[in-house]
């Protein structure tokens, strides 16, 4: 079975440019959660999709956005790039969101420098 | 709030020795999950390891076993016989209803074995 993949793995942009990047998960998999992941502050969940809905959310502005696909496939959105949202995207599938019991399964991630 | 702390930012080892990585974490939650990933230089985040606060019971995955002390709680990773492929930073995290599907991740420890 294919694990989750992200496209595109490398992405520059500048300042006040937006950005999305995709997820598709593993076959089967209906959950989708992104996160952050910076030197200084680690690794942080930005938000989960289930259903084509948002499901829990993390404390990041509203700058980020995500959406989820009937097929389960989910993007993320990043408006007004600021020079600290240079970081490694990396998405999560698993089989359900109704319990925190599901593992998450991560994804190569997309590097996304901001100049 | 929930937390998890991983106090060894860096740690090294020679091929087929032992090592264990510490990681403690704070909740008031009693039914909750651990995990242990692995991020090698490729970014990949991989599952290492994963236990469920009710076992009393310690995960093992081949050469990789936990000691899981829930009074304590603590959460470390032994990884025996270590090889390689084993130079990679690891992660300790955390899930509850609470925490709803957001993965709380320590900062990390990175190992790096040598020959």
């Known amino acids: 079975k294919a694990g989750v993949t992200q496209t595109p793995r490398y992405l520059i942009k500048t300042r006040g440019q937006q950005v999305t990047l995709s997820c598709s998960p593993i076959s089967g998999h209906r959950s989708v959660s992104w996160y952050q992941q910076t030197p200084g502050q680690g690794l942080q969940f930005l938000f989960e999709?289930?259903?084509?809905?948002?499901?829990n959310k993390g404390n990041f502005p509203g700058r980020f956005s995500g959406r989820q696909f009937s097929n389960s496939r989910s993007e993320m959105n990043v408006s007004t790039l600021e020079l600290g949202d240079s970081a490694l995207y990396l998405c999560?599938?698993?089989?359900?969101?109704?319990?925190?019991?599901?593992?998450?399964?991560f994804g190569p991630g997309t590097r996304l420098t901001v100049l | 709030a929930q937390t998890v702390t991983q106090s060894q930012p860096e740690m090294s080892v020679q091929e087929a020795e032992t090592v264990t990585l510490s990681c403690t974490y704070d909740?008031?939650?009693?039914?909750?999950?651990l995990f242990w990933y692995k991020q090698p230089p490729s970014r990949q985040m991989i599952l290492v390891i994963r236990q469920e606060a009710y076992k009393q019971q310690n995960a093992t995955e081949n050469r990789f076993s936990v000691n899981f002390q829930k009074a304590a709680k603590s959460f470390s990773l032994k990884i025996s016989d270590s090889q390689l492929g084993d130079t990679a930073m690891y992660f300790c995290?955390?899930?509850?209803?609470?925490?709803?599907?957001?993965?709380?991740f320590g900062k990390g420890t990175t190992l790096s074995v040598s020959s």
């Open positions: 909740t008031s939650e009693n039914n909750y999950y």
């Open positions: 999709y289930f259903s084509e809905t948002q499901r």
């Open positions: 999560a599938s698993s089989i359900l969101s109704t319990s925190y019991t599901d593992t998450q399964y």
């Open positions: 995290a955390f899930i509850s209803h609470q925490a709803g599907t957001a993965l709380i």
